[in-house]
């Protein structure tokens, strides 16, 4: 296997006295689709935001390294630079601006083939939306579609794709699902974070997180196992993330699966393997 492009390590994120990320390792490979599946308030976004840069989500610890350079402390801009680009959960409108002017912002050099390719391979017409405007006349699906477009137009070196199936129906996953492998194979490593067994199943990685650990990496059908065998009963037991560590039930529920022990414990753990339940 080739380098990683992006390695992070030990990586730890507290905000308002409560750690949102906890010792997170994770390897992101370029040419690769590596998806994060977790349930609400788990901490995916906020990884994201930290991969990314964004202002409040520098970590309390741990590094992010981007082609083995230490990235932890650049700016947004910087990052951008590199080449890391993220498609944000709810995406922006742009005022004023055209569906493809968008889309092609970050081609360089301008290239209308390609803004052209990118629209209508999330099914968005480039005759149709290439001359609206990016404000709020678009439906939230198609504002999730021209987001996505305008990240694989700019071929990016790293694509976080902050849930690029939400709010899209069920019918056009295929159409994501194939364009995500479509920025794979042009050498892109893709860092997929989704809800959905469609998408996971297409990637190459999967990692599971919980309460702000990566509790599991691997193929996508031993992650999905573990998903419904460990992570469900817990959802089912505790209710929705944040959890309350204070509570003893809680700290009980997560002792049992060997989350609170994870969570103590820095950096004592592999990858893709499993821990002590
Ligand atoms: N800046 C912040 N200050 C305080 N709490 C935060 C901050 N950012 C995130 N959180 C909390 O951290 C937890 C994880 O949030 P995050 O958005 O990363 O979850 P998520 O896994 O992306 O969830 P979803 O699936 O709903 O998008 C949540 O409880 C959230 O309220
Ligand atoms: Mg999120």
Same mark, same amino acid.
């Given at each position: 296997m080739s380098e990683p492009i992006l390695?992070?390590?030990?990586?730890?994120?507290?905000?308002?006295?409560r750690p949102i990320l906890s010792n997170v390792n994770l390897e992101i490979y370029p040419g690769q689709v590596h998806a994060l599946l977790g349930l609400n308030g788990s901490g995916k976004s906020s990884l994201a935001y930290a991969i990314m840069g964004c202002e409040g989500y520098i970590p309390d610890e741990g590094r992010i390294l981007f082609?083995?350079?230490?990235?932890?402390?650049?700016?947004?801009?910087?990052?951008?630079?590199?080449?890391?680009?993220l498609a944000w959960q709810e995406p922006a409108r742009f005022e004023g601006i055209p569906v493809g002017k968008?889309?092609?912002?970050?081609?360089?050099?301008?290239?209308?083939? *390609?803004? %052209?390719?990118? @629209? #209508? =391979?999330?099914a968005l017409p480039a005759k149709v939306y290439g001359y609206r405007s990016a404000d709020k006349t678009?439906?939230?699906?198609?504002?999730?579609?021209?987001?996505?477009?305008?990240?694989?137009?700019?071929?990016?070196?790293?694509?976080?794709?902050?849930?690029p199936?939400?709010?899209?129906?069920?019918?056009?996953?295929?159409?994501i699902a194939t364009l995500i492998r479509r920025m794979a194979i042009e050498g892109v490593a893709v860092f997929l974070i989704t809800h959905r067994?469609?998408?996971?199943?297409?990637?190459?990685?999967?990692?599971?997180?919980?309460a702000g650990t990566i509790l599991f990496s691997g193929k996508p059908l031993e992650a999905?196992?573990?998903?419904?065998? *460990?992570? %469900?009963?817990? @959802? #089912? =037991?505790?209710?929705?993330?944040?959890w309350d560590l204070s509570k003893p039930e809680?700290?009980?529920?997560?002792?049992?699966?060997?989350?609170?022990?994870?969570?103590?414990?820095?950096?004592?753990?592999?990858d893709g393997k499993e821990q002590a339940a």
């Amino acid at each position: 296997m080739s380098e990683p492009i992006l390695r992070i390590e030990n990586l730890s994120l507290i905000r308002e006295g409560r750690p949102i990320l906890s010792n997170v390792n994770l390897e992101i490979y370029p040419g690769q689709v590596h998806a994060l599946l977790g349930l609400n308030g788990s901490g995916k976004s906020s990884l994201a935001y930290a991969i990314m840069g964004c202002e409040g989500y520098i970590p309390d610890e741990g590094r992010i390294l981007f082609e083995g350079r230490d990235i932890t402390h650049l700016s947004i801009t910087e990052r951008a630079r590199l080449g890391i680009t993220l498609a944000w959960q709810e995406p922006a409108r742009f005022e004023g601006i055209p569906v493809g002017k968008y889309v092609g912002l970050g081609v360089n050099p301008p290239n209308r083939e *390609r803004v %052209i390719q990118a @629209l #209508e =391979a999330v099914a968005l017409p480039a005759k149709v939306y290439g001359y609206r405007s990016a404000d709020k006349t678009l439906s939230g699906g198609e504002r999730k579609r021209v987001e996505l477009a305008a990240v694989y137009a700019m071929r990016p070196r790293l694509a976080i794709l902050d849930e690029p199936d939400s709010g899209i129906d069920i019918l056009s996953l295929g159409e994501i699902a194939t364009l995500i492998r479509r920025m794979a194979i042009e050498g892109v490593a893709v860092f997929l974070i989704t809800h959905r067994d469609e998408l996971v199943e297409s990637a190459d990685l999967v990692s599971l997180m919980c309460a702000g650990t990566i509790l599991f990496s691997g193929k996508p059908l031993e992650a999905r196992r573990y998903f419904l065998s *460990r992570c %469900i009963p817990h @959802l #089912e =037991a505790l209710g929705s993330q944040p959890w309350d560590l204070s509570k003893p039930e809680v700290r009980e529920a997560l002792a049992s699966n060997g989350l609170l022990q994870l969570m103590a414990q820095p950096g004592e753990r592999e990858d893709g393997k499993e821990q002590a339940a």
